[in-house]
């Protein structure tokens, strides 16, 4: 099965106190993130989806997936909603 960010959206089931994305896929946990892409420094960052270039998958999975069209997708709002409840409306989605 081919990991995407729609897969993902389609079966996110929560954020984790550390910020990581999780989505339930076939019986298996997929942690994720929205990163920036490479910084000059080499590092990157977490960021929301609006700045993001791409997502990195966690965890045992090594690996860096494209961004779909998925701007609307109604997980979204969920992960904006679970990311404000652990942290405030301030910080989540930076």
Known sequence: MKITEKLLLDNYS?????G?????????HIWW?????QDSDGY??????ESA??????YGRDA???LGDHADHPALSQI???????????VANA
């Open 14 to 18: 929560y954020t984790c106190n550390g």
């Open 20 to 28: 990581s994305k999780v989505s339930a896929v076939a019986g298996q």
């Open 33 to 37: 993130e929205y990163r920036t892409g």
């Open 44 to 49: 990157n960052p977490v960021c929301s989806r």
């Open 53 to 58: 270039s791409g997502i990195t998958l966690e």
């Open 64 to 66: 860096t997936i494209g």
């Open 80 to 90: 904006a909603s679970d990311e404000a409840a652990m942290w405030g409306s301030e």
